[in-house]
């Protein structure tokens, strides 16, 4: 036991030298590249304790690799941090691509989008979301991701569907729709994508009042995309919508995303460059 305890001790508080390390006049051992001790003397009341009078110290050298290996360690387990984010949050792996660092700069809510993510912690505490609202092709779906993206990499656990998914899941959940529904609501940040597009069949409309209702409760953050007009919001056309789409508007501010139809633009760019290849 004894012997087991020494060479514990001899391991902790003896030093390696390289073959360029020398001792300086102090008789500690130096490095040979920055000069500077790899040892330092114990005070003499620990020196009693472990019968030695010397322990390692770190040299600049030693200093500099271990905070570049803790920096490199750092910044992988970020990087998994935010893989498995992204891998849980999006329910189209396309959606990675929706970022601030590739859009094209032709949307003016861009802006907007950049703003909610740099004043998140002032939105999640107020319990503020977004309704991009829009005709179809203006980008509204792409902000969404855009701030979906940027939030993980602050790792930020968001959570990015539509309803269609959603009530697909609730259809074959053996989990139960209550711990479904929890589940989404954990999130810090939920965006439902496209809303309105979904089933209007009874059970359908009663499952996104839940969904919605739970979220609302929960006091979290959502984020709505949709191309229903902010009149047919504020209109709805019966009570069942009324009671869901009250509820978008409170927790939601509406931001109107205008401008060309970027689908639009995109199919015509790639018609000239087929025209182009043909002609060639």
């Known amino acids: 036991m004894n012997t087991t305890f020494s060479e514990m001790i001899d391991r902790l508080t003896a030093t390696t030298p390289e073959q360029e390390d020398y001792t300086g006049e102090d008789g500690l051992l130096y490095c040979g590249k920055c000069h500077k001790p790899k040892e330092a003397y114990f005070a003499p009341d620990k020196a009693a304790i472990f019968g030695r009078d010397r322990h390692p110290a770190e040299c600049d050298c030693q200093r500099a690799a271990r905070e570049e290996r803790e920096a490199a360690e750092k910044r992988q387990k970020h990087l998994d ?4 984010l992204k891998r849980r949050g999006f329910t189209d792996p396309a959606m990675r691509d929706w970022t601030f660092e590739n859009d094209n700069g032709q949307n ?3 802006i907007r989008a950049r703003n909610y993510v740099k004043n998140w912690e002032r939105a999640y505490a107020g319990n503020v979301g977004c309704l991009f609202w829009g005709s179809v092709g203006t980008g509204k779906s792409y902000l969404a991701g855009c701030i979906a993206n940027a939030l993980m990499e602050k790792e930020i656990p968001v959570y990015m569907t539509n309803f269609a998914l959603i009530l697909n899941d609730l259809a074959a959940s053996f989990e139960g729709r209550n711990e479904y529904i929890s589940r989404l609501c954990r999130y810090p940040l939920l965006i439902l994508d496209d809303f309105g597009m979904e089933r209007g069949t009874e059970y359908g409309l009663e499952q996104v009042f839940h969904v919605i209702d739970s979220r609302y409760r ?3 953050p959502l984020i709505v995309t949709t191309n229903l007009t ?6 709805p056309k019966d009570t069942a919508h009324s ?3 009250d509820r978008v508007l409170e927790m939601c501010p509406p931001v109107c995303c ?3 139809n970027f689908r639009k633009k995109a199919a015509q760019d790639k018609l000239g460059l087929l025209k182009e290849l043909m002609n060639e």
């Open 81 to 84: 941090t935010v893989e498995d």
């Open 108 to 110: 003016p809510q861009a």
């Open 218 to 220: 929960s006091r979290k």
């Open 230 to 235: 902010l009149s047919e919001l504020q209109h």
């Open 243 to 245: 009671r869901i789409y």
């Open 258 to 260: 205008t401008g060309g």
